[in-house]
């Protein structure tokens, strides 16, 4: 399964204005009232401003660059990926079934794209899987779940407006 995630917005979700070059953008992974799964961009100011009502997910900062030259737009899906694969690291507290699958399946799409290699022998009866992020000597342990069609199909619902 290939998924290819949308990149940061050009613009504040919250306020509707739009970043400026080099400007902190905080963007948020949130599962809203209704259950569903979105993403938003946001000026550093603006992140007090965020409902009590949501469930952050994850969260991570990136600076805003305008001018981009070809190379980089070509390899934004794939930098959001990583990005939101690896905020879901910097926030313990997040441990839930579909956080362990959203990591599981992440994991699986960097490892196809060849930025992430797996480390060790992968059994059933392990709990984790450890991949490898080459460039950066970085580990991480991902969680393995057995997981249902139905589990993929709802996170993959949750997704539709980042997938």
Excluded at 98 to 108: F, G, M, P, R, S
Aim: with cysteine.
């Amino acid at each position: 399964m290939d998924w290819s995630v949308n990149s940061r917005a050009r613009q504040s979700s919250l306020s509707g204005q739009p970043f400026r070059n080099d400007e902190t953008v905080v963007s948020f992974l949130i599962i809203d009232e209704t259950g569903e799964l979105q993403r938003l961009d946001l000026r550093e100011l603006e992140v007090d401003e965020i409902g009590s009502s949501e469930q952050i997910v994850a969260r991570w900062r990136t600076v805003m660059r305008l001018e981009r030259d070809p190379d980089e737009t070509a390899a934004d899906p794939l930098r959001t990926c990583e990005e939101i694969f690896r905020s879901l690291y910097e926030d313990e507290d997040t441990d839930s079934d579909e956080v362990a699958i959203l990591k599981q399946l992440l994991a699986l799409i960097l490892e196809r794209k060849r930025i992430l290699r797996r480390v060790g022998a992968h059994t059933r009866r392990e709990s984790a899987q450890c991949y490898l992020r080459a460039k950066t000597r970085e580990t991480f342990e991902v969680p393995n779940r057995d997981f249902s069609p139905e589990a993929v199909a709802r996170i993959r619902e949750r997704l539709n407006e980042l997938v």
